[in-house]
């Protein structure tokens, strides 16, 4: 059993049960021993694949979006742009890479967030790297792409009429297993539910948006990750939403080896609606069309085609976009992400 599991156990053992959100904090990262900090990553090198590392055409069309938000702003002489959880860097080399092509060029201040040491050295020249989001009041943009999902959260179970924390509680032999808490008196949750229906409770998520917001003068807030309804988290069973992964395939139980596998949930859609209404709700693949991904795959079919015969890197390059847009946009997978965007 590794050192993390071991010190985990001894808490329990000596305090009683933990939540599932102490439980994952610790496991993602922990400062020694957590899945973030020991090397753990997106990446095709890595663990699980995101958007920005498919390829460099999504960060050309987010620079475009962020070119078209700097406009709607009046044109600021400083425009700073926050990614919040911004892992290795992937999605800020690719928005600098584009950043000649843009209008906000000169005043783009990309400014990268990431809690992990390990993550924030890999982050390009150009940006500026902070542990955490203490910027504002300001005129901007945050932008968050699949970071809520790795937000700490908690599991409520139905049981006996009523809603219970899921608790974690340790054996001899430092495993783990769960145990029910408490009823939860929550008027967030539905007020009924099947016996041993799951939910998910995500405070994290919503304290991130309501801080994002918060930090505006004027902006845009915009977050894109895998969300549901609470109908879809009650019409699955809890392992379909909350997932590991490991060396890009499915890792076990969340609670088994804390610090080696990565820990997910789907994002509570209805509790972000909460805290503010969004002015507009999109999967990624609309999002990117919006903001011209159909251009960019036209400008690399072209390229491709007048550069075939000799195979040159530019030629190369746009097959490669047309590749990537197909995975971007594929409504079964990375297309069907929920995007959604405020405005201050």
Do not use: K
């Not at 926050?82 to 690719?94: D, H, I, M």
């Amino acid at each position: 059993m590794n050192a993390l599991a071991a010190s985990l156990a001894a808490v329990i053992r000596r305090d009683g049960p933990i939540t599932y959100s102490a439980f994952i904090e610790a496991a993602l990262y922990d400062a020694d021993h957590g899945f973030y900090e020991t090397g753990g990553a997106a990446g095709r090198r890595g663990d699980f694949l995101t958007s920005p590392e498919v390829g460099p055409l999504y960060g050309a069309v987010v620079a475009r979006a962020l070119d078209s938000w700097w406009f709607d702003l009046g044109c600021p002489e400083e425009y700073p742009v926050v990614e919040c959880g911004a892992g290795p860097g992937t999605l800020a080399r690719s928005v600098l890479a584009a950043r000649r092509e843009l209008a906000c060029g000169d005043a783009l201040r990309y400014i990268t967030v990431e809690r992990c040491a390990t993550q924030r050295l890999r982050h390009p020249d150009g940006v500026e790297a902070r542990e955490s989001f203490d910027l504002g009041p300001f005129t901007g943009v945050v932008f968050a792409n699949e970071l809520l999902d790795n937000l700490p959260f908690d599991l409520l179970e139905w049981r006996g009429g009523g809603w219970h924390d899921v608790l974690i509680d340790a054996a001899a032999d430092d495993t783990f297993t769960e145990v029910l808490g408490d009823l939860v008196d929550n008027p967030s949750r539905p007020p009924t539910g099947t016996e041993g229906a799951r939910l998910p409770l995500q405070p994290a998520v919503t304290a991130f948006l309501a801080d994002a917001l918060a930090r505006l003068e004027h902006g845009h807030v915009v977050l894109v990750d895998y969300m549901s309804a609470n109908t879809g988290f009650l019409d699955r069973s809890w392992p379909t939403w909350v997932r590991t992964y490991r060396g890009h395939e499915r890792g076990g139980h969340p609670l088994d080896e804390p610090g080696t596998q990565d820990i997910t949930c789907e994002v509570a859609l209805d509790a972000l609606l909460g805290v503010a209404a969004p002015r507009e709700v999109s999967t990624q693949a609309e999002f990117l069309a919006a903001y011209g991904i159909d251009e960019l795959v036209e400008e690399g079919r072209a390229s491709w085609q007048a550069g075939a015969g000799i195979g040159d890197l530019a030629a190369l390059r746009g097959r490669s976009r047309i590749r990537e847009a197909e995975a971007l946009c594929a409504a079964d997978g990375l297309g069907g992400f929920t995007v959604m965007h405020w405005v201050r």
